[in-house]
């Protein structure tokens, strides 16, 4: 029996003691699979549990396994979601030749530096600074918020200038 958890029809279950027993579990299960930002899933996963929480009914191995459904369904959503959206640009697909099949005149140096970036901040940057879109535009073609674009780019910046060797206007 789970504690904290104690009567099968128990409606009196708090989303604070399923979080404390079920949250490390589901974040194993999202780390074993590999998916990116398992702590974001496994918050993701306990925004269902609590929103469904009051209407459950069952025992602590029913309330597991309710749980762990929704974990697989978050988990393939993600899957399919990330299958629909590249993370990133091919860094190969920047370095090809202009029109008129001369070098377009990117730095070796920068190619290389993106490929240290994350997919996302790569993304975000690329779209900001090459394709020159607006930060709107930019969290409307990737589907995240304004303030998710300002901050991966400027955490995009901040690594390239590192990697680059460029001094911190601090």
Do not use: N
């Amino acid at each position: 029996m789970l504690v904290g958890i104690s009567r099968p029809s128990d409606r009196g279950r708090s989303v604070e003691a399923v979080y404390a027993l079920l949250a490390p579990a589901v974040l194993g299960y999202f780390r074993a699979h590999r998916l990116p930002d398992p702590e974001g899933l496994t918050g993701d996963v306990f925004v269902s549990v609590a929103r469904g929480l009051p209407t459950f009914t069952g025992d602590d191995g029913a309330l597991r396994r309710w749980v762990f459904t929704i974990a697989h369904h978050r988990g393939v959503d993600e899957v399919r979601r990330r299958a629909r959206r590249p993370d990133a640009l091919p860094i190969d697909g920047l370095d090809l030749p202009g029109p008129s099949g001369e070098d377009d005149g990117l730095d070796p140096a920068l190619l290389e530096a993106l490929a240290v970036l994350t997919p996302d901040q790569r993304e975000v940057v690329v779209l900001r600074h090459v394709a020159d879109l607006s930060v709107a535009d930019v969290a409307r073609a990737t589907g995240r918020s304004e303030g998710s674009v300002k901050m991966l780019c400027a955490r995009g910046l901040d690594a390239l200038a590192a990697h680059l060797g460029v001094p911190s206007p601090d």
